[in-house]
């Protein structure tokens, strides 16, 4: 682990947040995703719980064990010179000190910044001032690894749709702001599409607006319009990956065709030059 280049590219990440463009984030789901990503110029990777869980064998939702989904970080901030965020879920347990564990291997493994989330499975959501505490816990193994760890904070509000519907936009704000005022630098809350739910939301939280990209959003330059700073695909980039992978094997099978992979496919060489630097 170098401190010294995690600083630069920590302070870069959190910058991202206040540029003049919206920072908008494919995440990858494993190297070869984050290199794809990178060459084609995001200026940041984040990772895809669900994605990594995914292509491991796993459901999302904390099914994977951490040091699973921690080394599947690393093996992405190894090979990409752009800074990396990771998703680590709720932070695999339910304590503060499960929290400060997960963000100190988050930095051993090369990140720079962490999403977590308020909900178990996206359904039972955490006391916020629980959440607040193992926010606390990260800040805190964060300022003692010399790191400045970029913390989305996440609620599930929308996601768990607990309460009655006219609750979500107060409780999603109340948990935000909560969530900024124990150390988070950007809050995500997941499930809004509606432009004016978001613009709203802009206005209530008092800090930097992540929002997850999905059919029916509101498009890059609309939610930059609205004032979002941060915008993200989750597992979206990897499920249609999956999704290409089914139409080949349905036109081998059905046609006896590769026509698909003829159009897709990036060259043999192509692959192997993404990791030239390993040779």
């Not at 463009?21 to 940041?44: H, M, T, Y």
């Not at 499975?121 to 006391?127: A, H």
């Not at 004016?196 to 997850?212: Q, T």
């Amino acid at each position: 682990m170098d401190v010294g280049l995690q600083k630069i590219r920590a302070e870069k990440l959190r910058e991202l947040h206040r540029g003049q463009k919206i920072l908008v984030l494919c995440n990858a789901w494993d190297a070869a995703s984050a290199r794809i990503f990178e060459q084609a110029g995001f200026p940041a990777i984040a990772t895809t719980s669900a994605g990594i869980a995914n292509s491991l064998g796993y459901a999302d939702g904390e099914f994977i064990p951490r040091e699973m989904m921690i080394e599947a970080v690393r093996r992405i901030a190894a090979v990409v010179s752009v800074p990396v965020t990771a998703d680590v879920e709720g932070g695999y347990g339910p304590s503060a000190e499960d929290a400060a564990q997960t963000a100190r291997a988050v930095i051993q493994a090369g990140a720079v910044g962490m999403n977590f989330e308020d909900a178990f499975r996206e359904t039972q959501l955490t006391d916020p001032s629980l959440q607040a505490e193992r926010i606390k816990a990260i800040r805190e193994s964060a300022s003692a690894a010399g790191v400045p760890l970029v913390l989305n904070a996440r609620t599930d509000v929308y996601f768990s749709q607990q309460g009655e519907p006219s609750s979500w936009f107060g409780e999603a704000v109340r948990r935000a702001n909560t969530y900024l005022e124990a150390g988070a630098d950007c809050v995500f809350i997941p499930g809004v599409t509606n432009a004016d739910v978001i613009g709203k939301l802009v206005r209530e939280v008092h800090g930097p607006l992540n929002v997850l990209a999905v059919p029916g959003s509101p498009s890059f330059a609309e939610l930059q319009r609205l004032g979002v700073r941060r915008v993200s695909l989750g597992s979206a980039p990897m499920r249609a990956t999956l999704g290409l992978a089914r139409r080949i094997a349905r036109e081998i099978l059905d046609s006896g065709t590769f026509a698909t992979i003829a159009e897709h496919a990036i060259s043999y060489q192509e692959a192997n030059a993404l990791f030239e630097r390993s040779r």
